[in-house]
T-cell receptor, first 113, second 114 residues
C-alpha cells in the first residue's frame, strides 16, 4: 500500500471549511484513498473514500487531483465536534487487502470557537 | 444492531499473566481485525481474519494469538503479558464487497501491564 503524508496538526475556526491535505505520490492505479477520523479515545470512524473522482457524502467531500498523487478532505462547516485526528489511508482493491488498514499518525484538527 | 462490542473496557495485568480480549460483531461481517494504538500513535494491525477458520498476521503479531471459530467472534489472546503491550486495543469488522469496505470499530480495551 502507498505511503501517505499529512500535516501533524491544523486549526480551523468553527463554521468555516476545514481542508485537510494528504500526499500519496506513490499511489498505484488500483488503490483507493480512504479517510477515517478518531475522536478522542474512541474507535476510528469511516468518513469517505474515493478512487479518482471527487466524492461527497453527508459528512465531507473528497477532492483527488487528476494525477491522484494528493487529495484533500473538506469538512464544509466545521463544528467543535469535528475536533479529532484525521487519517488518510491508501489501500488496494481486492480481498487480499480487505480487513487491513495501515494508519499513519494523521492530522490533529482543532476546531476553535 | 449493537455493532462491534469489546470486553473488557479496562484491564490491568501483571507481567507474565495471560488474558483474552473479546470482540464480537452482529453485522455478519466476514472480515475482522485487531489493532493496537500506543499513546500519540496511529493504529497498528496485529492480526486479521477473512472468515471463520482463517486468520493471518498483521504488522505487529508477536505476543498475540487469535482464532476465528465463528463469524461473530474474534478473540485476541495475550500469551504472557509484557509492559510493552500496554496499549489501547481496537477490534474492527467489515464486509467483503469488492475493493471497497468500510471498517466498523469497537470502543476499545485499555490494557495496562505492570
Amino acid at each position: 500500500d502507498a505511503k501517505t503524508t499529512q500535516p501533524t496538526s491544523m486549526d480551523c475556526a468553527e463554521g468555516r471549511a476545514a481542508n485537510l491535505p494528504c500526499n500519496h505520490s506513490t499511489i498505484s492505479g488500483n488503490e483507493y484513498v480512504y479517510w477515517y477520523r478518531q475522536i478522542h479515545s474512541q474507535g476510528p470512524q469511516y468518513i469517505i473514500h474515493g478512487l479518482k473522482n471527487n466524492e461527497t457524502n453527508e459528512m465531507a467531500s473528497l477532492i483527488i487531483t487528476e494525477d491522484r498523487k494528493s487529495s484533500t478532505l473538506i469538512l464544509p462547516h466545521a463544528t467543535l465536534r469535528d475536533t479529532a485526528v484525521y487519517y488518510c489511508i491508501v489501500r488496494g482493491m481486492g480481498s487480499g487487502n480487505t480487513g487491513k488498514l495501515i494508519f499513519g499518525q494523521g492530522t490533529t484538527l482543532q476546531v476553535k470557537p | 444492531n449493537a455493532g462491534v462490542t469489546q470486553t473488557p473496557k479496562f484491564q490491568v495485568l501483571k507481567t507474565g499473566q495471560s488474558m483474552t480480549l473479546q470482540c464480537a460483531q452482529d453485522m455478519n461481517h466476514e472480515y475482522m481485525s485487531w489493532y493496537r494504538q500506543d499513546p500519540g500513535m496511529g493504529l497498528r494491525l496485529i492480526h486479521y481474519s477473512v472468515g471463520a477458520g482463517i486468520t493471518d498476521q498483521g504488522e505487529v503479531p508477536n505476543g498475540y494469538n487469535v482464532s476465528r471459530s465463528t463469524t461473530e467472534d474474534f478473540p485476541l489472546r495475550l500469551l504472557s503479558a509484557a509492559p510493552s503491550q500496554t496499549s489501547v486495543y481496537f477490534c474492527a469488522s467489515s464486509t467483503a464487497s469488492g475493493g471497497y469496505n468500510e471498517q466498523f470499530f469497537g470502543p476499545g480495551t485499555r490494557l495496562t501491564v505492570l
